[in-house]
């Protein structure tokens, strides 16, 4: 028979009377050995679903109850296998997740609104939720960190799937690139830093900050809100930004200063524990048509080398491209739809129009002649791109497919694995849900005896 801490079942009878009498303010809707389940707690995390843009649905509420559950027993089994967390992984996530609200909220004033509360007082409440969800997730990992799938595993998977249920995949590419951004030299510059300077001498002499901000600033993002930041901490912005702002008191006004999108100066607006209030005004850099031409030349240069084979291509893009998210892979682009598996095989249709169009009519291990491009940051440079392999449209096969299948088969054991876990820990374990909750199709396994 499962056993249940008479502790428990003494608060659940209490706190359920209490609040059953009149409006149900909160109640616990679940146990799991020892440890209680709030309405709160749903209401919480049903909260983070819509602010993280998440369409109202009862049902989600069903999901994060399933969720807590699921929670509840890996946190029971950490404790007996010692699996913690540090304060500082704790922190971080806190910060992170935060960051993630008040940028999906439109600042931080609109999230504390939303909340009806400070972001410290938030940041206090989730912190034992979020400690829990870590290390339950750690514990998910110690279950599974062993399980590794052999070939022979693959194919026996791959058999398994019925000829009709076979995957279609799109036809998709490997493609690497080189790529040149132009660099400015200090006497072009200038006129951009004097035109910061300038704005910087107005405020000043008395002129409106956010009247500046909207006419001149060139960050899309505050200019409308007269280069008002909100409040941030110093893990958000570029060192160079945070330096000054967490430097200055209230109302001071910072010197002009560089980053990579151009010349800024910031006012400190407000300061509130370890986050800063601050507007700025940002003159972006343009490239000049000599830095154009520099640019053009330096790519057309290190193109000839690869074409001339007097430098592999994973060579010239670690030590020379300029964009950094490919570089360090030798150029290569991921998948940026499967980014957990790490995966340079991108479909076509999910390619940068400027690859594909570069791509579409080339061969496999062929170049294409540099041209030049906007990133998504809207940074103007050249690139030439490398077509590393291409694969037509096609049902799901091991000899084209391999890495993807050997994925889908991974998974399935891990799935297997987990789901054994949980069904010898919930047999043994005490569970018991609110009726409000018991018709939750997603919960009738936790029902069950």
């Known amino acids: 028979m499962k056993k249940i801490s008479a502790i428990i079942i003494v608060l659940l009878a209490s706190v359920n009377l209490l609040f059953g009498q009149g409006t149900t303010i909160n109640k616990i809707v679940a146990v799991v050995g020892d440890n209680i389940i709030l309405q709160s707690d749903i209401e919480r995390e049903y909260s983070n679903y819509i602010l993280q ?8 509420k069903c999901q994060v109850l399933q ?12 404790v007996i296998d010692s699996v913690t967390v540090t304060d500082d992984e704790v922190s971080n996530e806190v910060d992170r997740r935060m960051r993630s609200f008040i940028q999906r909220a439109g600042g931080q004033e609109r999230l504390e609104q939303f909340l009806n509360r400070s972001v410290i007082q938030y940041k206090d409440e989730i912190r034992p939720d979020v400690r829990e969800q870590l290390v339950a997730n750690k514990m998910h990992g110690k279950i599974t960190e062993n399980i590794s799938i052999t070939p022979l595993e693959v194919k026996r998977y791959f058999e398994t799937i019925p000829k009709d249920s076979l995957p279609d995949y799109n036809a998709e590419v490997e493609v690497g690139e080189v790529v ?10 200038e006129s951009f830093r004097n035109k910061a300077e300038a704005l910087r001498a107005r405020v000043k002499a008395g002129e409106d900050f956010a009247t500046l901000a909207r006419l001149y600033s060139q960050d899309p993002g505050s200019a409308p809100e007269g280069g008002d930041l909100g409040f941030f901490d110093r893990t958000v912005m570029l060192k160079e930004f945070t330096a000054y702002a967490f430097k200055l008191k209230a109302g001071e006004l910072s010197p002009v200063f560089e980053t990579d999108y151009g010349f800024h100066f910031l006012q400190v607006i407000e300061r509130r524990g370890e986050q800063v209030r601050a507007r700025h005004i940002l003159v972006k850099t343009e490239p000049t048509p000599a830095s154009l031409d520099r640019a053009k030349l330096q790519i057309d240069s290190l193109y000839q080398m690869v074409v001339d084979k007097k430098i592999p291509f994973s060579t010239a893009a670690s030590l020379y491209s300029d964009n950094n998210d490919t570089k360090y892979n030798g150029g290569m682009l991921m998948n940026a739809e499967n980014v957990q598996s790490r995966t340079t095989y991108i479909p076509t249709d999910k390619l940068d129009p400027s690859v594909f169009f570069a791509v579409d ?5 062929g170049y294409s002649k540099p041209y030049q491009f906007t990133s998504r940051e809207g940074k103007q440079g050249y690139r030439f791109v490398f077509l590393k392999s291409k694969t037509s449209p096609h049902k799901a096969n091991l000899d084209e497919d391999f890495p993807k299948i050997k994925e889908m088969a991974f998974d399935d054991k891990l799935d297997r694995k987990v789901s054994e876990w949980f069904e010898k820990r919930r047999k043994s374990t005490y569970v018991k849900i609110d009726p409000e909750f018991q018709s939750c199709q997603s919960l009738k396994i936790w029902a069950s005896e």
């Open 361 to 365: 009519t080339m061969k496999v291990g």
């Open 180 to 189: 040149v951004y132009p660099k400015l030299t200090k006497a072009e510059k």
């Open 67 to 78: 969720q807590m559950l699921t929670q509840k027993l890996l946190t029971q089994q950490a």
């Open 53 to 60: 843009g998440g369409k109202e649905d009862p049902e989600i």
